[in-house]
T-cell receptor, first 117, second 113 residues
Framework: ETGVTQTPRHLVMGMTNKKSLKCEQH?????MYWYKQSAKKPLELMFV???????ENNSVPSRFSPECPNSSHLFLHLHTLQPEDSALYLC????????????????FGEGSRLTVL | KNQVEQSPQSLIILEGKNCTLQ??????????LRWYKQDTGRGPVSLTI?????NTKSNGRYTATLDADTKQSSLHITASQLSDSASYIC????????????FGGGTRLMVKP
């Protein structure tokens, strides 16, 4: 139990569906992240939120839409995805996104395994 | 370009044996380096962090080393156990404005009985 909970753990959707991934952290952290993990590739940062404000959008297609209503919750809304979007989507949190020297540890959820048909 | 390269990509060892995983990076300026362990179907969990001034740090059967001059780190696992089977990910932080993390592709370790 890392203190970061993701739902659903598994999701299968068609290319025309609309679905959402949910992440909740119980650690009192101020920063939350979405990462994409594809087979045999390094983790790819998608979005960063610091104190509910989006601080980074790593050139992610608009079919992925994040939402951060408060520091504890993060959503990833999915719409008209492509089969190549199939991957493990990991949510993470950290104490904060510090400027300059940052030794902050990322706490990851267990991921949402997404399959796009 | 900031890059983190890990080797080998995959490794199979027998239970009880030792192994060493490698991480080479080109991230600059360097802040710190973390090793994460990711069990199958789970999220990564931090094992250890190495800062610029640290050469060696142990966490149980895991020992990490850092050579900031050659920009290399290693993770040595002693007396491996079946539960060590996982992916090990090296992550380097850029000592610059913002939370710039560069992830390695990971080493997939399988420990067989």
């Amino acid at each position: 139990e890392t203190g970061v909970t993701q739902t659903p753990r598994h999701l299968v959707m068609g290319m025309t569906n609309k679905k959402s991934l949910k992440c909740e952290q119980h650690l009192g952290h101020n920063a939350m992240y979405w990462y994409k993990q594809s087979a045999k590739k390094p983790l790819e940062l998608m979005f960063v939120y610091n104190f509910k404000e989006q601080t980074e959008n790593n050139s992610v297609p608009s079919r992925f839409s994040p939402e951060c209503p408060n520091s504890s919750h993060l959503f990833l809304h999915l719409h008209t995805l492509q089969p190549e979007d199939s991957a493990l989507y990991l949510c993470a949190s950290s104490q904060e996104v510090a400027q300059g020297l940052n030794t902050g540890e990322l706490f990851f959820g267990e991921g949402s395994r997404l399959t796009v048909l | 370009k900031n890059q983190v390269e890990q080797s080998p990509q995959s490794l199979i060892i027998l239970e009880g044996k030792n192994c060493t995983l490698q991480c080479n990076y080109t991230v600059s300026p360097f802040s710190n380096l973390r090793w994460y362990k990711q069990d199958t179907g789970r999220g990564p969990v931090s094992l250890t962090i190495m800062t610029f001034s640290e050469n060696t740090k142990s966490n149980g059967r895991y020992t990490a080393t850092l050579d900031a001059d050659t920009k290399q780190s290693s993770l040595h696992i002693t007396a491996s156990q079946l539960s060590d089977s996982a992916s090990y990910i090296c992550v380097v932080t850029n000592n610059n404005a913002g939370n710039m993390l560069t992830f390695g592709g990971g080493t997939r370790l399988m420990v067989k009985p």
